[in-house]
């Protein structure tokens, strides 16, 4: 099956700096690759996803790269504020259990 | 809002007792997920459904049984629980089939003593 890897495991940045987040999947089969930011005590919300046949998709501060040879993914915010504290996973579909595998997951603290 | 409740939303119960979960969708959607999260684990498929009475395993299903009788309901059974299965389980819901969007639920807190 698949395995995701996630990196780091929590990072802090200062208010309008820049955050990235890293992430290797093992399936080169896998075609879906969303990420999901985590508030306290909440569930897993879809911030963006991007498929096999893309190699970068932008939503106004957010973005994601694939890149499909190495096998790896990435979450970039730019103009990082207060608000985007909170816990991020990245995922790979898993074609054979039809399920997501997720990372284990960032913590981003974004310091005023 | 994608129409997921879960129930109970906390529970505390002492090892070797049974325990259900329920997740209940009002979007008819076929495919259902449970998950559980453990810190730096991340979120674990414990096991899925793609219809009324066809479910499968996920990674993490020793100890856990699921039914479906019908679309809207997936329930989750600790048949006796142990500490080990203290955590945070989500129920999720697939949005289109065509992609592989899944909505979560707001999660349900279970401690086994």
């Known amino acids: 099956g698949e395995n995701v890897e996630q990196h780091p495991s929590t990072l802090s940045v200062q208010e309008g700096d820049s955050a990235v987040i890293k992430c290797t999947y093992s399936?080169?089969?896998?075609?879906?690759f969303p990420w999901y930011k985590q508030e306290l005590g909440k569930g897993p919300q879809l911030i963006i996803d991007?498929?096999?046949?893309?190699g970068e998709k932008k939503d106004q501060r957010i973005a994601v790269t694939l890149n499909k040879t190495a096998k790896h993914f990435s979450l970039h915010i730019t103009e990082t504020q207060p608000e985007d504290s909170a816990v991020y996973f990245c995922a790979a579909w898993d074609t054979g259990r039809r399920a997501l595998t997720f990372g284990s997951g960032t913590r981003l603290q974004v310091q005023p | 809002d994608a129409g997921i409740t879960q129930s109970p939303r906390h529970k505390v119960t002492e090892t070797g007792t049974p325990v259900t979960l329920r997740c209940h969708q009002t979007?008819?959607?076929?495919?259902m997920y449970w998950y559980r999260q453990d810190p730096g684990h991340g979120l674990r498929l414990i096991h899925y459904?793609?219809?009324?009475?066809?479910?499968d395993k996920g990674e993490v299903s020793d100890g856990y049984s699921v039914s479906r009788s019908k679309t809207e309901d997936f329930l989750l059974t600790l048949e006796s629980a142990t500490s080990s299965q203290t955590s945070v389980y989500f129920c999720?819901?697939?949005?289109?089939?065509?992609?592989?969007?899944?909505?979560f639920g707001e999660g349900s807190r279970l401690t086994v003593l």
């Open positions: 979007e008819n959607h076929r495919y």
């Open positions: 991007i498929r096999s046949n893309v």
């Open positions: 399936d080169s089969a896998s075609n879906y």
């Open positions: 999720a819901i697939r949005g289109q089939e065509n992609t592989g969007e899944l909505f």
């Open positions: 459904s793609y219809g009324v009475k066809d479910t």
